[in-house]
């Protein structure tokens, strides 16, 4: 019997969570610009999904968030905390790694040609507060997937090709230890946003990972989709197993792209979610794609695990209970509170980073329990700013304390070789 599972690492949302409004085309993170924001909420709101997940009887594990602010990255630009232009001294307190999706594009061992699984850590250079992440982002993978007889860890895709990892790439597959259907979605154009996914990173993470070019698909995230702020193709579309569910918007050429697909993966259930039911704008602002699509253990069908903000948006919720009272594969709504993420931009999925793999093959301290859930949220009450505003970011105090809170993270998770 095979052990490959899917486990689904979440962002620990790190101590300096903040509201800075850096990334363009970003809706939700552009209108909270500025506020005040809730480190400490964020991460409880974080580590509940993460019960509630395992709690469904889903693989769950999870990353450590990043050093931050990142003065060796201010230091390459000529400046320091003190003297930085507050953009970029925002940039360098941001901890937007807590978005897992965007760490890496992950292929599994059925699908590569070496029978290993492969992981290339994203570039994210699109966005200069997320452009240096990937070196802190690569040691994690490292150490999590050092086991070379079942992973290969690559560097990003050199620059100037923009890649923003998981969040633009999805897998179809009759179950998840079976050989699949990878797809690359990538942009060209997105009005007055950019489009952040380059095709040429999509075809490289291709090659690398030996997959078989037969059962690979390179599809364009439409422009309107980006235009209207689906910055990356997850907050329009997700997959999971044969299900590929989707806004009727979210790709060019779409029905060229479906029949390609179905050519590749006969077996594909396609749920296409129309616009005059749900338009672009209340998918967005919901965040209805932005879910986990989960297959539960136990033959309990699969389950989308939402944010709130579905649940109260009329016409989403309506088109919901529409669709589960159907005879199709998805079954069960769970929404789940992630707030502090959400007014940032990002929901359920863009939290969490989806391995298949055999989680003996991972280090144990990357998986999570509910002890050690308990343990990081005991931390994350004691030791993260209950708030912070955009005037604090200069303050010297901040900076000791989220440093601090780190540190103490790593020590109860036995993670200090990531300390900086």
């Given at each position: 019997m095979?052990?490959?599972?899917?486990?689904n690492?979440d962002g620990?949302?790190?101590p300096?969570?903040?509201?800075?409004?850096?990334s363009?085309g970003?809706?939700?993170s552009?209108?909270?610009?500025?506020?005040?924001?809730?480190?400490?909420?964020?991460?409880l709101?974080?580590?509940?999904?993460?019960r509630h997940n395992l709690?469904?009887?889903?693989a769950q594990g999870?990353?450590?968030p990043?050093?931050r602010?990142?003065?060796g990255w201010?230091k390459?630009?000529g400046?320091?905390?003190?003297?930085?232009?507050?953009?970029?001294?925002a940039?360098?307190?941001?901890a937007s790694?807590m978005w897992a999706a965007?760490?890496a594009?992950?292929?599994?061992t059925?699908d590569s040609?070496?029978?290993?699984?492969?992981l290339?850590?994203?570039?994210?250079?699109?966005m200069?507060?997320?452009?240096?992440?990937w070196p802190?982002?690569?040691?994690?993978?490292?150490?999590?997937?050092?086991?070379?007889?079942?992973f290969?860890?690559?560097?990003?895709?050199?620059?100037p090709?923009?890649?923003e990892?998981a969040?633009?790439?999805?897998?179809?597959?009759?179950v998840?230890?079976?050989?699949?259907v990878e797809?690359?979605v990538?942009?060209k154009?997105?009005g007055?946003?950019?489009?952040?996914q380059h095709?040429e990173s999509?075809k490289?993470?291709a090659r690398r990972h030996?997959l078989?070019q037969?059962?690979?698909l390179?599809?364009q995230?439409?422009e309107?989709?980006?235009a209207a702020?689906?910055f990356?193709n997850?907050?329009?579309?997700?997959?999971?197993?044969?299900?590929?569910f989707a806004?009727e918007d979210a790709f060019?050429h779409?029905?060229?792209?479906?029949?390609?697909?179905?050519?590749?993966f006969p077996?594909?259930e396609?749920?296409?979610v129309p616009?005059?039911?749900?338009?672009?704008?209340d998918?967005?602002k919901?965040?209805?794609?932005?879910?986990?699509?989960?297959?539960?253990?136990?033959?309990?069908?699969m389950a989308?695990?939402?944010?709130?903000?579905?649940?109260?948006?009329?016409?989403?919720?309506t088109?919901?209970?529409?669709l589960?009272a159907?005879?199709g594969?998805?079954r069960?709504?769970?929404?789940?509170?992630?707030r502090?993420?959400m007014a940032?931009?990002?929901?359920?999925?863009?939290l969490?980073?989806?391995?298949v793999?055999?989680?003996?093959?991972?280090?144990?301290?990357?998986i999570?329990?509910s002890?050690?859930?308990?343990t990081?949220?005991?931390?994350?009450e004691?030791?993260?700013p209950?708030?912070?505003?955009?005037?604090?970011l200069?303050?010297i105090?901040?900076?000791?304390?989220v440093?601090?809170?780190r540190?103490?993270?790593l020590q109860?998770c036995g993670l200090m070789?990531?300390?900086?």
């Amino acid at each position: 019997m095979s052990k490959l599972q899917e486990i689904n690492f979440d962002g620990i949302i790190g101590p300096s969570h903040n509201y800075a409004g850096l990334s363009l085309g970003n809706i939700a993170s552009s209108t909270h610009s500025g506020e005040a924001s809730y480190p400490r909420e964020a991460a409880l709101q974080g580590i509940a999904k993460m019960r509630h997940n395992l709690g469904l009887g889903l693989a769950q594990g999870f990353f450590m968030p990043l050093d931050r602010p990142n003065t060796g990255w201010l230091k390459s630009l000529g400046t320091d905390l003190t003297a930085a232009e507050p953009h970029l001294r925002a940039a360098a307190y941001s901890a937007s790694s807590m978005w897992a999706a965007n760490a890496a594009t992950v292929s599994p061992t059925p699908d590569s040609d070496d029978g290993k699984c492969h992981l290339t850590v994203a570039n994210l250079m699109t966005m200069p507060h997320r452009s240096h992440e990937w070196p802190g982002t690569l040691a994690q993978l490292k150490i999590a997937f050092a086991n070379s007889d079942h992973f290969v860890v690559h560097q990003p895709v050199p620059t100037p090709f923009g890649d923003e990892g998981a969040a633009n790439h999805m897998r179809l597959c009759s179950v998840h230890d079976e050989a699949g259907v990878e797809i690359f979605v990538y942009g060209k154009s997105g009005g007055p946003f950019p489009a952040r996914q380059h095709v040429e990173s999509s075809k490289a993470v291709a090659r690398r990972h030996g997959l078989d070019q037969e059962r690979i698909l390179f599809a364009q995230q439409s422009e309107k989709a980006i235009a209207a702020g689906a910055f990356h193709n997850d907050v329009v579309a997700v997959a999971n197993e044969r299900v590929l569910f989707a806004h009727e918007d979210a790709f060019e050429h779409r029905e060229d792209f479906y029949a390609e697909l179905l050519v590749k993966f006969p077996e594909a259930e396609i749920i296409t979610v129309p616009a005059d039911q749900v338009s672009l704008s209340d998918a967005i602002k919901s965040y209805l794609f932005n879910a986990q699509l989960v297959t539960l253990p136990n033959n309990g069908g699969m389950a989308l695990i939402l944010p709130t903000e579905a649940k109260e948006n009329a016409a989403v919720w309506t088109y919901l209970q529409q669709l589960i009272a159907g005879n199709g594969s998805i079954r069960t709504l769970y929404p789940v509170n992630v707030r502090q993420s959400m007014a940032n931009g990002g929901g359920p999925a863009c939290l969490r980073l989806r391995v298949v793999a055999d989680p003996a093959a991972v280090d144990p301290r990357f998986i999570a329990t509910s002890e050690k859930l308990e343990t990081i949220a005991q931390v994350v009450e004691q030791y993260w700013p209950k708030t912070i505003t955009p005037d604090q970011l200069a303050d010297i105090d901040l900076l000791k304390s989220v440093g601090n809170a780190r540190r103490k993270l790593l020590q109860i998770c036995g993670l200090m070789e990531l300390a900086a």
